[in-house]
């Protein structure tokens, strides 16, 4: 098999009111380990620019490879999904799937469980790796939790009133550069973190 790096998933894709899920996991002779999402999901797994599963790999020292699944011969109304493939010692495939598991099961309570109706902060910390949540389409999910307001936008609402969408548009990208930058500083840290594992000691 031919691993392909995570990227976008086909469009239209994985926009479903279906409930969000694992759908099989897979152990294979402790080199490799294998675990299939279905789509939202597996977009809050992975995170924009793929940053949140680098933070797995790197908490967990793996590699990890994701494709967009749908077999040719899949019986009809079957459903597309996002395979994962965590390289590594089985206790390392292990501790990353953990972690998957984890996110996906927050990501059901956000759009299907106890937190449904609730606002929450955008920024969810999982087992030592952030995510960032965004709310799917009323459309598929009208009760999922929606983000909570930050006083910057809190501000701009007061201040344009009704006329604040295209003011609000602007903030809401410079506050996505600040949390991809607080991301980015999380992978940088578990880098580090894994790199003094690495590292022997050496007596004096």
């Not at 019986?75 to 953990?98: I, N, W």
Request: aromatic share 6%; glycine share 6%; net charge positive.
């Amino acid at each position: 098999m031919r691993f392909v790096p995570s990227g976008r998933r086909p469009a239209g894709m994985g926009v479903e009111s279906a409930a969000q899920a694992i759908l099989s996991t897979e152990q294979h002779n402790g080199k490799h380990a294998k675990m299939c999402v279905t789509l939202l999901a597996a977009g809050f797994v992975v995170g924009a620019k793929g940053i949140s599963v680098k933070q797995i790999e790197k908490a967990t020292n793996t590699r990890i490879f994701s494709q967009v699944t749908k077999s040719e011969n899949s019986l009809p109304g079957e459903r597309p999904s996002r395979t994962f493939f965590a390289m590594g010692k089985a206790h390392e495939a292990s501790a990353a799937f953990s972690i998957i598991m984890n996110a996906v099961n927050r990501y059901k309570a956000l759009v299907e469980g106890s937190l449904v109706g609730t606002r929450v902060p955008r920024m969810q910390p999982i087992d030592g790796v952030m995510f960032r949540y965004e709310p799917p389409p009323r459309t598929i999910a009208p009760d999922a939790a929606m983000i909570e307001y930050e006083p910057i936008e809190l501000e701009v609402m007061h201040r344009y009133g009704s006329e604040c969408e295209v003011p609000l548009i602007h903030v809401r990208r410079e506050l996505f550069k600040r949390d991809m930058i607080l991301m980015q500083a999380t992978l940088v840290r578990l880098e580090q973190l894994n790199a003094s594992f690495r590292c022997p000691r050496i007596a004096p």
